[in-house]
C-alpha cells in the first residue's frame, strides 16, 4: 500500500496482505470501496478526539467522573462513537502516574487516539515498559519522584485505554478548546504530560 | 461484583471479588492465549471486574468461546514480579487476565 516512489520488491507481509484482500475482492467478499474506505476513516481518526475528552473532563467533574466509570458511553457523549470499545480510563493525581503498554502485541484505543505510534509497538517498548518502566519513562523526558506511585497497565484482552492527565497549573482561565491543544497523544498514553507553554 | 462493562453473552459467574488475591496458573497451553507468559505463577490482586467475554483461546479456533469468561483486572506489585525491580515498593503492574487462568491464593 505504501507509495515508495521508485519500484521495490514487496515484503513478505505485504504480499501476504495484497494477495489476500485481492482474492476477498475476488470472492466478492468486500469490495476495493469498501477497504478503501476503511482505510481512509482510519487515517482520519486523531488524538484530538481523546484530547476533547480529557479536556471536558477538566472542566466538569461530573462528566470526569462518569468517564472514569465508563469511558465508551461519556465519550459517546461528546458525540465520539467508538463501537464496541470497552474504554477504561485511568486518573492521574498527585500519588498515581498511569502508562499504557501491550505487551502482547499492539492494542491501542484506535477509533479514539487514531493509529498508534510506531514505538508503541515496537519490542523495546513493550518489553521494557512493563520491566523498567522507570527508565522507560525518563527516556521520553519524563521523571517521575519516588513518592509518586506507577501503575503500568498491560493491556491484554477486551478492554482499552485511555491516561486521564491532570490538569497543569497556569490553566485555571482557560477554556475547553485551549485546554485540549495541551493534551497531546503522547499524555494520553502516559509517557508525557500536558505542559503550558 | 457488579462489572465495569455489562454484556449478555451466555457466561460463568464470577468467582472473585474486588480485592481477593489470585495466583495466575503456571502453565503453557499451546494456542493463542492472553495471558502473557511473565505474569503466569504471579500472584496478585483482583483490581476490577470488568465483564464476561467470549473465550479468546476458542475464538482463535473459530468457536464460539461461550459460555463467556469473566474478565478481571489484577493488580501486582510490580517487586514480586520482578525480584531486582528498580524502583519503589509502591509501584504497581495491572493486568487483564480470564478467570480461567486464575485461583484463589
Known sequence: ?197 | MKPQFATDYPALDAKFDKGDRVRVRKTAPLGHIRTPFYIRGHVGEIERYCGAFPNPEELAQRRDGLPAQPLYRVRFKQKEVWPDYKGPASDVLEIEIFQHWLEKA
Not at chain 1, 68 to 97: D, F, R, Y
Open chain 1, 1 to 197: 500500500m505504501k507509495d515508495q516512489g521508485t519500484y521495490q520488491p514487496y515484503s513478505y507481509y505485504q504480499l501476504m496482505e495484497t494477495s489476500l484482500r485481492e482474492l476477498l475482492v475476488e470472492k466478492g467478499i468486500v469490495t476495493d470501496d469498501a477497504v478503501n474506505a476503511e482505510v481512509t476513516a482510519m487515517r482520519g481518526r486523531q488524538p484530538e478526539r481523546g484530547s476533547k475528552a480529557v479536556a471536558r473532563a477538566w472542566v466538569d467533574d461530573a462528566f470526569r467522573q462518569r468517564l472514569l466509570k465508563n469511558g465508551t458511553a461519556a465519550c459517546e457523549e461528546l458525540g465520539l462513537e467508538i463501537p464496541a470499545l470497552k474504554l477504561v480510563v485511568v486518573e492521574n493525581t498527585p500519588q498515581v502516574h498511569n502508562a499504557i503498554v501491550c505487551t502482547l502485541c499492539s492494542c491501542y484505543p484506535r477509533v479514539l487516539l487514531g493509529i498508534p505510534p510506531d514505538w508503541y509497538k515496537s519490542r523495546n517498548y513493550r518489553s521494557r515498559m512493563v520491566r523498567e518502566p522507570r527508565a522507560v519513562l525518563a527516556e521520553f523526558g519524563l521523571k517521575i519522584a519516588d513518592a509518586v506511585q506507577i501503575r503500568v497497565h498491560d493491556s491484554t484482552a477486551d478492554m482499552r485505554y485511555m491516561v486521564l492527565p491532570m490538569r497543569p497549573k497556569g490553566t485555571e482561565d482557560w477554556d475547553e478548546a485551549r485546554l485540549a491543544a495541551i493534551v497531546s497523544r503522547d499524555s494520553m498514553i502516559g509517557v508525557a504530560i500536558p505542559k503550558v507553554g
